[in-house]
């Protein structure tokens, strides 16, 4: 399994409308392919950003799955949309360990 860490920094203020256009549009079409973990908003350090940690069985699953979302109708549009209220955008990947319980 990999994951895969999304931090979107917005313009001020923004925050808001690019939550709310995820869930009028952006779920609908990132669900069938893509399984969310959870999402997250700063309040503290970097402020106005975004924390999106999304779940792959591997990188082939993932690209996978990222080709057949690009060619999904509408979601150009859409990821056009958002991508005016960011400042960045970064993706990091993590795989899960086996840790056992410090003591």
Not at 2 to 13: A, D, K, M, S, V
Not at 47 to 64: A, P, S, Y
Request: net charge negative; hydrophobic share 35%; glycine share 4%.
């Amino acid at each position: 399994m990999i994951y895969e860490l999304r931090t979107y920094t917005c313009y001020p203020g923004t925050v808001s409308k690019v939550l709310e256009m995820w869930e009028k549009e952006g779920k609908a079409m990132l669900d069938p392919y893509f399984k969310m973990v959870g999402q997250w908003t700063t309040e503290t350090g970097t402020v106005n950003q975004i924390i999106t940690i999304w779940e792959f069985k591997d990188m082939n699953h993932r690209q996978e799955m990222r080709n057949a979302l690009l060619a999904h109708p509408g979601f150009l549009e859409y990821l056009a949309e958002c991508r005016q209220y960011y400042i960045t955008q970064t993706a990091e990947f993590l795989s899960a360990t086996d840790l056992s319980p410090i003591r």
